[in-house]
């Protein structure tokens, strides 16, 4: 593969520089070329200058396919997750905020966990931690692997925010 301006490189001996793209070719005397490549990093861009000796094409997602070359499945997975996981947050599910407990909560999520039958109906009045409830029993049930089906049923307004 020819590197030409707009081509994805990476250097050779400075793997902690990442992917960059050709920003510009120059070629010097005796046919020598060298090639401007702009990096980011932490946000910044900065732009650093390399012989074609030390530059190394990196191929397209289309260049790969047409090669027959492939991630393995699991680092697959594994980078569609990474990309998945911001577009499901949006709402803030998965942030790391603390929740206060509440004395109530937690007697009812103790009396779900340790009754026989779990055949529950939670409903109090509006602000007392309902969702906060079920979601410390849902992931308790699935923790202990004891959680086959589980039915929510909720206003209309709310269905989306169990989905996620």
Known sequence: MQ?????????QYRPEMGTGTV???AEVLD?????????????????????????????DIFQ???????DHPTDF??????????????GGELSNSKTDLLPHQILLTHQ???ARRRKFLIADEVGLGK?????MIIKELL???EAKRILIICPAGLTVNWQN
Do not use: H, W
């Open 23 to 25: 920003l510009q070719v």
């Open 131 to 135: 969702t906060i409830e079920v979601g």
């Open 77 to 90: 997975f594994l980078k569609q997750l990474a990309c998945q996981l911001p577009l499901e947050n949006m």
């Open 31 to 59: 046919g020598y070329t060298q090639f401007d490549v702009v990096f980011e990093k932490d946000g910044k861009r900065f732009l650093e200058t390399f012989p074609q000796n030390l530059l190394t094409p990196v191929a």
């Open 3 to 11: 590197i030409k301006k707009n081509t994805k490189v990476k250097v």
């Open 143 to 145: 923790a202990r692997g």
């Open 112 to 114: 779900i966990i340790s």
């Open 64 to 70: 790969r396919y047409q090669n027959n070359e492939s």
